[in-house]
């Protein structure tokens, strides 16, 4: 059932365009948002070979935060420093060449990742186009020999064969909505937001 919006964000002016408020569904609030991190971090915590031998990648934006969270909690649970490092793909875009601006890359990656489990991390998943970037970007930083995928939000609609192996929440939508994911350390507050129509 869905949940009125609360004031995550207040985008009812986005840019040029106006979104309604009526079109903006609280899908987690902050509280569930949490409750969604702690349970992923048992996860990788409870499938995981050797954590000690695991490195979380979060990919730019919203993966970074997320993947800071993930560790902060797996270190709560294990008493164990997971290294945590960020995944730029912008150069790795299949629509490169249609995007406007171009940021310089941030990669950074804590260790050599020849040996590890590396788990990607991203807030959204949809098209997947994002994520085979990321495994093109990875692959020019080594060979791991595990890698997994990790996800808050799936939206399905997939256009390549790649599905995450932990995922926060499996959420059906339409094709011209929008998950909007707000993580503190770049946005005031954390939270997850579906907005079912289109800007105007
Ligand atoms: O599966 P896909 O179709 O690739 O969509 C998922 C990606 O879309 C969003 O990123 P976006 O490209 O909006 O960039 P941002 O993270 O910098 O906001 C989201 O953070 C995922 O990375
Ligand atoms: O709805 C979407 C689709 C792709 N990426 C997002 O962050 N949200």
């Given amino acids: 059932m869905a949940k009125p919006r609360s004031n995550i964000g207040l985008n009812s002016v986005d840019g040029a365009s106006v979104v309604n408020m009526s079109d903006i569904v609280e899908i987690l609030n902050p509280d569930e948002l949490r409750r ?40 709560q649970l294990e008493q164990i420093q997971v290294p945590v490092g960020s995944l730029d793909i912008t150069f790795y875009r299949d629509d490169l060449n249609q995007i406007a ?67 926060g929440k499996v959420l059906p939508t339409a094709r011209g909505e929008q998950v909007k994911v707000f993580l503190r350390g770049i946005d005031e507050q954390d939270g997850v937001q579906l907005v079912t129509r289109s800007a105007t």
């Avoid at 969604?36 to 995981?48: F, G, P, Y």
């Avoid at 954590?51 to 979380?56: E, H, I, T």
């Avoid at 590396?118 to 970037?133: C, F, H, K, P, Q």
């Fill in 36 to 75: 969604t991190v702690r349970r992923l971090a048992s996860e990788v915590v409870e499938r995981s070979s050797s954590l000690d031998s695991l490195v979380l990648l979060g990919i730019h934006t919203r993966g970074v935060p997320l993947a800071d969270a993930i560790a902060t909690q797996i270190e």
């Fill in 101 to 167: 601006v171009r940021t310089p890359a941030r990669t950074k990656l804590p260790t050599d990742l020849s040996d590890k489990t590396v788990i990607l991390i991203d807030d959204v998943i949809y098209s997947g186009r994002t994520i085979r970037a990321a495994l093109n970007a990875l692959n020019d930083y080594g060979r791991p020999p595990l890698v997994q995928l990790l996800v808050l939000i799936d939206r399905g609609h997939r256009e390549l064969p790649i599905h995450p192996d932990f995922v």
